[in-house]
C-alpha cells in the first residue's frame, strides 16, 4: 500500500469511527430527550392521570353492549367513551370486540380513541392501543397470515422468522396499532399445552434465536417507524409447562430449571431491545406470578435489568381473588399485584381499577414512587412509538398491506415450515398424472392450518376466513387438472376404488388457551378408524397432519407411505402443501419439538440419562415417532469432514455439507454437543448452533460454528451458570468427534 492511499485508508477509518460515535450519540441522546419529555410530563400530572395510565381495557368497554356481547356491526358508545378515556383518563385499549375489522374500521376506531385522548383529555397523552397480532396481522381483514409460531420454527430459517416480524409490524401500524402482544417466548415442552403452537418449540437455542429475528423484525432500530410496532414477550416466567399439561394450571418450576429452561428466551429478547413484557397468568410453585416479587422486581428489574413496561395478562389481578385466592377482594389484588411490580393492568372489564388504585395510593398502601416508576415507563413506550407526534398513522400511505410481496413471504415461510417425516421408497413427491382422492377432517378447512388468534381468538368462525385464500383440497385442485377429488369420511373407501393415491389431512381443528386443554393426546379415534378402512383397499395413503401440537399416531404411521406434518401453516398453508406434495418445493421443514410415540412418553430430545433407562433396565427407551430436528428431503445430503478445535474460549467446528441428490433443496445443519460428565445431570445432548442452507445437486459446503464456553454453560449447584472443563461430544448430520476443553 502506498503512503497516500494509507493515509487515506487511515482518514476513512478515523472518518468512520468518527461516525459510528456519532451515530451511537445521537441514540443516548435521543433516549435522554425522551426520559426528559416523560419525566416532564409526569411532573405535571395528576394522581388521577396516573393511575388511568396503569388501566388498560378492553374495546368492549367504550363499545354499544356488554362486555363480550357487543351489537353488530361493532359501534362506540359515546358516553362510555367519555366516561373511559376523558374521565377515568384510561391510557391503553386492546383487541377487537370479538373479531377481525376492516382497515377502514380500524381507522374510525383509532380515529376517535385518540381523537378522546388527544384532544378531549385534559392531558393530551395518546392512547396505546395493543393487539394480539400473532402470526401476521390476525384481527384485520384480508391481512397477510403467516404460520404460527412453531409453523415458524419447524422452518429454522431466521430470515423468514425476521420477515414475520416486518411484514407484522408494517400490517398492524397500516391498521392503526402500535403495539402487538407477541411474540410468544415460553418455551414449548409439554406437547399437552394447548398454546403449544404458540411456541417457537422445545428448545431454548432455536427459540432465541427465532425470538431474536423475529422482534428486529416487528421493532427494528426505531420504533417510531411508521412500519414498526412494539413487540411485548409473554408470559414471564414458567407459564408453559404444567403439571396436568393444561392451560393456568399449577406449574412447578424449581429455580434451576427456571433459569436454565425458561429465562434464555426472554434474556435474548430483551437483550434485543424488546421493550415490553406480559406477565404469566398461572401459578409457580404455589404464587402466582402477578404476586410474586421475587420474579418481577429481584428478577426482572433488578437482576436482568429489564427497564420496559410489565403489563399483566388478561384479567389477572381480578384472578387473585376469584382463582387463586390470595386476595380477599379486587382492592386488595390491586394493592398485591401493583406493589409486586405490575405497570399495566389488562383489568380488562372493570373500569373501578384506577380509581381504587388511587385509593391506595391516598391510603398509604401503593408508594407514590411504585406509581411514578410505572407511569414513566409507559409514557417512555408511548414517546419511542412517536405517538406523542403521530397518534393516528396515515393510513393511506399503506400500499403494502396484504400487498403480493408480503403474500410471497407468507408462502415461502409456509413451505419452509412443512416436515417431510415418513417418504417410503420416495414415494413422494407425487406424479401430476395421478388420480388423487383427497379425505379428512382438514382437507377443505382453513382454520385448521390457521389456528387460534385468526379472525376471533379461537379462530373458529370461517366467516372471517381470508377471501381467496386456498384450503388443502382446492390447493391441489387448481394444480391438478381435474385430477382431485374429495370425499366425506362415510363415502371415503368407495370414493377410493377410483384413485391411485389417498391424501388424508387429519390433525386437529383451532383452538388456543384453556378451550384446547386436551384428555388425551392421541389423535382422535374417528381418523385412526377412517385410515384403518382406507388402507384396507390397498391404495395408497399420503397423510397430512395439520396441528398445533404433536398429536401421536403411532397406529397409523405404517399405513403412510408419506407422512407431512403441518404446525398450523397459516393461510397459504394449501399452496405449500400442495407445493411439497406435487414437488415443486423440496421441502425443508425440520421439527421444533419431539414427536411423541405414546401420549404418556412426552420426552424431548435433550433429556436426562435417566430417561433413556426403560423397564428392563436397557438403554433404549429414549423411544419417541420422531426427534426433534428431524425432517426429510427430496434430495439426499451427506456430511464429511467434521473437525472440532479447542479455541481460548470454546470450540470451532466446521463440516462440509453435499448435496448427493439431483435436485436442489434446504437442509438445516445442526450442531449438538454432550457434556460427558458435569456435576448437573448432563442433558443426552443440546442444540448448540445451526444454519440453514441451500444447495444445487452436486454442490457442497463448508460450514463452521464457533460454540464458546457460555454457550456449553449450564446452571450449576448454587443455581449460576457455570462452565465446567471436560470431554465434550459434538454431532453434526451422524458424525461424532470428541474433544476436552
Ligand atoms: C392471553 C395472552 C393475550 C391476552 C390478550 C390472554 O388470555 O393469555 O396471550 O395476549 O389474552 O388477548
Redesign the pocket.
Known sequence: MNTRYSVFVLLLVLLACNTTQDTTMVKSEIIDKDVQFVEKLIADMTLEDKVGEMTQLTIDMVSVGAPYALQEPHTFDEEKLQNVLVDLKVGSI??CGGHAYTRDHWEKIIRTIQDYAVNKKESGIPVLYGI?AIHGTNYTTGATLFPQQLGQAATWNLDLAKACGEVTAYETRASGIPWT?SPVLDIGRDARWPRLWETYGEDMHLASELGVAYIDGLQGDDMSDAHKVASCM??FLGYSVTLRGRDRTQAWIPERQLREYFLPTFQAAMDAGSKTI?IN?GEMNGIPVHANSKILVDLLRDELGFTGLAVT??EDVGYLVSRHKVAKDFKEAIKISINAGIDMA?VPTDASFPTILAELVNEGQVPMSRIDESVKRILLVKKELGLFDTPVVDFASYTDFASAKHEAKALMTAEESIVLVKNKENFLPLNAEKNILVVGPNADRLSAMNGGWTGTWQGDNPMYDTKGKLTVLAALKAKSQGKVSFAEADQAVNAAASADVIVACLGEGPYT?KPGDLDDLNLDEDQIELIKALKETGKPIVLVMLEGRPRVIRKIVDDAEAILVGFLPGDEGGKAIANVLYGDVNPSGKLPVTYPRFSNDIVTYDHKGTDKIDRKFGTDAFNPQWEFGYGLSYTQFSYSNLLVSPTSNGMHVSVTVTNDGAIKGKEVVQVYVQDLVATITPSAKRLRAFDKIELAPGSSRSLSFMISKEDLSFVGVDNKWVFEPGEFKVECGGLYKNLTL
Open positions: 386492546l383487541n394480539d402482544f409473554k408470559h406480559m397468568s395478562d388478561w389488562m388457551e
